[in-house]
């Protein structure tokens, strides 16, 4: 199918001929996509047309989600993005970093409601940047945060039926390599490629590791490891309309030349109170749906994942944008990243999702068609993998002994 790349981009109508290209599969070059970001409301239902079309024919008719466990392993982190409401320096109220045993007791009561995700999220480095984070690993017995949480992992994996899932931030390969041994997959959000958002005053400013460059390399190298791993984008932080297509492109270009990246997630930007950010608009609905099925149309066969609690009320307008993940839902923990957000009901995600024709299906936090690379990765993951998955790569119903 040829691209519709050349097409004129300008604030007419785009022609009628271009949205049955793109019904009919074909890929937008990047001066349309950009196009297509700014399509009007009258172009919208050709657009998500568009991304349903190519869902259908890259998926079942199947939405995934991950019931999972939240566990922040330590909220302490060197960076200081503009829109974070989980990082504390030390000190601080409600600065924590949690002990063994309060990890194997989120993970054993995910696992009494039935979980299959330990989803660690932390700050980056730490202890890099405070003294009293050293002092906490050495009590613990570590000599970095990273070790903690391999050793955390490691925990989870033999003493649980969850499997581990890593957003650690920014490492080099040595501790790629690790952790992917206890991790079935690993997350980085790259958020976006704007080099803008380092500026002062911007979204990355005193983030030293959110630079595009580091987290692009670090990507590479999960690539280069062959690592299930999990990236997108952060909509609304101060980039640009070209910039969002651009940052997609950057991850299409990495999962074409390496094949390992499982899911893509699309999350919109919220204002928090007490944040640098707090006065600074969310992006719309609008925005989403039209984001996201440009992201469908760019990479017709990638996992594609948009948080409903960030969406709430009608999330399920989500769907008609083309993804074909929720994301990781907690029955038990609250999401800490956005803790004015719950997840909703279960139950009512899978009404939501089944009167769109879909059916709402859990899987593991590695997707079923990497299973299998991440199961080669150590034979702990091996034979924890084999336990959990079902035939077909999904979280099974009953854990195998
Ligand atoms: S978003 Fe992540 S890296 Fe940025 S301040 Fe919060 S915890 Fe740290």
Redesign the pocket.
């Known amino acids: 199918m040829p691209g519709t790349g050349n097409v004129e981009c300008d604030a007419s109508l785009l022609p009628r001929s271009v949205w049955d290209e793109l019904g009919d599969g074909a890929h937008p070059g990047r001066r349309l996509a950009c196009r297509l970001l700014r399509a009007s409301d009258d172009e919208l239902p050709h657009l998500l047309n568009a991304a349903q079309a190519a869902r259908g024919r890259n998926f079942p008719a199947v939405i995934t989600y991950s019931p999972k466990v939240f566990i922040p392993l330590t909220?302490l982190?060197?960076?200081?993005?503009g829109?974070?409401t989980?990082?504390r320096d030390p000190g601080q109220a409600g600065a924590h970093t949690m002990s063994p045993e309060e990890v194997m007791e989120v993970a054993r009561a995910g696992e009494r409601v039935g979980c299959r995700e330990a989803l660690f999220s932390?700050?980056?480095k730490p202890e890099f940047a405070f003294p009293a984070m050293r002092a906490t690993l050495r009590a613990l017995g570590y000599r970095s945060t990273l070790h903690y949480l391999e050793a955390m992992c490691e925990r989870v994996l033999r003493e649980s039926s969850l499997l581990p899932h890593v957003n650690a931030?920014v490492m080099g390969a040595p501790w790629l390599h690790r952790l992917g041994a206890v991790s079935p997959s690993m997350g980085l959000m790259l958020e976006s490629t704007s080099t803008a958002l380092l500026a002062p005053g911007a979204a990355h400013d005193h983030?030293p590791?959110?630079a595009p460059a580091l987290r692009l390399a670090m990507l590479e190298e999960a690539g280069r490891q062959d690592i299930p791993f999990t990236s997108g984008l952060l909509i609304g932080i101060g980039e640009t309309l070209e910039d969002r297509v651009d940052s997609l492109l950057a991850l299409r270009g990495l999962s074409e030349r390496y094949g390992h990246i499982q899911e893509l997630i699309l999350q919109n930007f919220l204002p928090k109170p007490a944040t640098a950010m707090r006065s600074h608009p969310e992006p719309s609905r609008g925005t989403m749906l039209r984001t996201v099925a440009v992201a469908r149309l760019l990479m017709p066969k990638m996992n594609l994942q948009a948080p409903p609690n960030l969406s709430a009320p009608d999330y399920e307008q989500l769907l008609d944008a083309g993804i074909n993940d929720w994301g990781g839902i907690s029955p038990l923990t609250p999401d800490f990243?956005n803790p004015e957000a719950p997840w909703p009901h279960l139950a009512e995600l899978e009404r939501r999702t089944r009167a769109k024709g879909l059916e709402l299906r859990p899987r593991l936090c590695v997707y079923p068609e990497f299973v299998e690379r991440a199961a080669a990765r150590s034979p702990l993951l091996k034979e924890r993998i084999s336990a959990l998955a079902d035939e077909a790569g999904y979280a099974a119903t009953e854990v195998a002994a």
């Open positions: 909220n982190c060197r960076d200081y993005c829109y974070c989980f990082r932390l700050g980056d931030g983030a590791d959110k990243i």
